[in-house]
């Protein structure tokens, strides 16, 4: 049963914590928590010095569990993230765990690595598990990846492919701060480099969301409406990539989320056009000629958005 008090009690203190050593990002925090509860992960970009990482850490620092860093580099190999095996001269073995194996991953600057060490996070985003030697290790759970990426492109940078793209469930641009904002990072930073982040939440605590989630009620009218978009995108003549089956469950999941945040047990069409742009921009992937003429993801996805009917529910 949804406790709409319970939920909005443990989601502000998730945010009062994160607050107090992040000023603003608040679209981003919610996206944290949207993917904690849709039991998912989430990518970060943006340029450099833009608080990608110091949001990330601070969040998982806030939902409790284990959590580790892991700095991703050029020279990387998978063994350095998912472990391997230790052999002795008598012929036995041990496994030595890589830091994915925890609660909470931040991946930072994943595209900073090579596409055969950024594919070793693949199969423990998409199974919960890793392979090594034939050999599979289930990984602790809840477990969620953040990742942060760098502006693409940059130098030293390797693209993620489509596959890597898709098994995010959000993704969320991290901007610089505004004036304001800016003034009181400056007035607080003393402050803000001394302060510790305390657990806001305990792993039964984040069962028990992911629980509720699963109980907000989605109607027929609303999965017709997010196929309706869906399937408006792949025949768009501009779009070359088209979210697979996997974008229309991250919308439906992230909306059943982004209902129980607000207090509601039902799915309404604002949540799904709320969040389509975070669950389903990375998806798409627009064709040569049409990026000649400035056209972007954002921009199919608005136009699709304004085209497909909006459902009326009876509630």
Do not use: W
């Not at 919960?128 to 034939?134: A, L, R």
Request: some cysteine; glycine content about 6%.
């Amino acid at each position: 049963m949804i406790n709409s008090e319970k939920t909005a009690e443990l989601y502000q203190k998730v945010l009062n914590e994160v607050s107090r050593v992040i000023i603003g990002k608040g679209e981003i925090k919610e996206t944290l928590m949207l993917a904690l509860i849709a039991r998912g992960h989430v990518l970060i970009e943006g340029l450099p010095g833009s608080a990608k990482t110091k949001l990330a850490r601070t969040f998982a620092q806030a939902i409790g569990g284990e959590f580790k860093r892991i700095q991703l580099t050029p020279d990387m190999m998978p063994q350095d993230i998912t472990g391997f095996y230790l052999y002795s001269p008598d012929g036995n073995s041990r496994f030595i765990q890589g830091p994915v194996f925890a609660n909470i991953i931040l991946a930072d600057e994943l595209n900073r690595t090579t596409p055969r060490t950024q594919s070793a996070m693949l199969e423990a985003m998409a199974e919960n598990q890793v392979t090594i030697e034939q050999k599979t290790h289930p990984l602790p759970q809840p477990f969620m990846v953040i990742a942060t990426q760098v502006e693409a492109g940059g130098e030293g940078t390797y693209p993620l492919t489509d596959v890597q793209i898709d098994r995010f469930l959000l993704r969320v641009t991290s901007q610089y701060a505004s004036e304001e904002e800016e003034k009181q990072i400056m007035a607080s930073i003393d402050a803000i480099d001394t302060l510790a982040t305390t657990e806001a939440l305990n792993l039964e605590e984040i069962a028990e969301l992911q629980s509720m989630g699963k109980q907000v009620q989605v109607a027929p009218g609303i999965i017709e409406y997010i196929v309706h978009i869906i399937n408006s995108l792949r025949s768009d003549p501009d779009v070359l990539v088209a979210p697979s089956t996997r974008g229309s469950i991250s919308l439906y999941k992230c909306s059943r989320a982004i209902a129980l945040l607000d207090g509601r047990d039902f799915v309404i069409p604002d949540d799904v056009k709320l969040l389509a742009a975070r669950a389903l921009g990375h998806r798409i992937r627009v064709k040569a000629e049409a990026e000649m003429d400035d056209i972007t993801p954002g921009m199919i996805l608005e136009r699709t958005l304004n085209a497909v009917p909006i459902p009326r529910l009876e509630i």
